[in-house]
């Protein structure tokens, strides 16, 4: 409902217009564009005037039950949101709207993204709905709220992974070396979120820069990446207590990461390797993690930086056209230099999974998953202590697609 109305929108303020669509049939009009009109894998496609339009939909639902030791939660809903139980189920509704044209400069093309979700647990009594992203394209420069320029390693698995795709409000730029490598660049407006954090991902904040840099080659015997960012890490806004030193500074902060996807056909057609490790300084939202030491600059006071790596591989296997498994491990750890305590965190997870397709566009799964946090306080144990724990974690979901 959210993006028709979004549509009917874009039609009614003379966006396609502004796009090449005619307003009347004319005899002179160029020829429509060749798109496909029936559905396919990844939406249904159909012309509008002199554009192509493609509108992706689905609908899943998952369960999800732990069973924990002493520690934070270990269920992540799908929504983003942490149940407080041993329990959860999410509903989640998607649609996406894409229009592309080819112009003189190249490829315009316009993404739109939305969700509405409900989770046991997430403080509503209806679900939300939220915009997941969007972006403007043409001749190799992006602008919208998408995935940073060091995303890489792509999750397909029930349970929270280490390593989730993040977004960013950014502007980006980039450019085909030759057939195989391409190099981007970009500045980013904020650190990195989930899709359907409460963020403002319409505006547009370079007071505090981000810059991105990213490499990729991609041939049939492996995709390779790398990609670094710099950033400011004001901490300024620290409060002044009494008896306690003024920690208030602003460091540089920075992140590198690198990975690579190895097809192995020799297995089974479609069967892949996937791996990416990060280090970062100053910058541990890029590890995986949902938070940066500069979120809490007001609760937890600084002296020095925040350090941490990351690392994530998965196995995706291929077993018949019905069936598909994946496989992964993951491992955090971060360390920060507080006040009245060095806290080191370290986090194990790993996950396999089954997922079965009767029929085109249906997916049934099923996984079984196991966190492990170990949280060393190191000092004033207060604000840490009961954070550490193990769980096993199991779901259930279905999915249809258009």
Known sequence: ???????????????????????????????????????????????????????????????QRASQSAGVPRIINRNGTVSQTTDSQSLTASSGLELTRQT?????KSIIGGEW?????????????????????????TVG?????????????????????????????????????KIAFGVESGLPTSPNAQTRIWEFDFSSPIYALRWRRETEAFTTHLSGVV??????????????????????????SAGMTIPTPFIAEGD????????AVDASSYLGTTND???????VRSLGPTKGWSAVASYHHEWSEQFE?????SFVSVEAELLAAKPRSETFRTAVNLYWKPVAHLKFGIELGYVDIRIEPNGFAGYFSGNSGRSYIGALSVSAEL
């Open 1 to 63: 409902m959210m993006l028709r109305r979004w549509a009917a929108a874009v039609i009614s303020s003379g966006v396609l217009g502004a796009l090449g669509v005619p307003a009347a049939a004319r005899e002179d009009a160029p020829p429509p564009p060749t798109c496909q009109v029936e559905d396919d894998d990844s939406g249904l496609r159909f012309a509008v005037g002199e554009a192509c339009a493609k509108i992706t939909a689905g609908i899943s639902y998952s369960y």
């Open 104 to 108: 003189s400069l190249g490829e315009f």
């Open 117 to 141: 979700s409900k989770s046991t647990g997430d403080g509503t009594a209806s679900g939300s709905a939220y915009f997941t992203g969007w972006s403007v394209g043409l001749a190799g420069l």
């Open 145 to 181: 709220y998408t995935g940073t320029l060091m995303s890489f390693w792509e999750s397909s698995f029930l349970t929270s992974a280490s390593s989730p795709t993040r977004s960013a409000t950014s502007v980006v730029y980039e450019h085909a070396l030759d057939d195989k490598n």
């Open 231 to 256: 950033r400011r890490a004001d901490f300024s806004a620290s409060p002044l207590l009494p008896f306690l030193p003024n920690t208030a500074t602003t460091r540089t902060g920075w992140a590198v």
């Open 272 to 279: 892949a390797v996937s791996f990416q490790a990060t280090y």
């Open 293 to 299: 030491l500069v979120v809490y600059q007001s609760i």
């Open 325 to 329: 498994s994946n496989v992964f491990a």
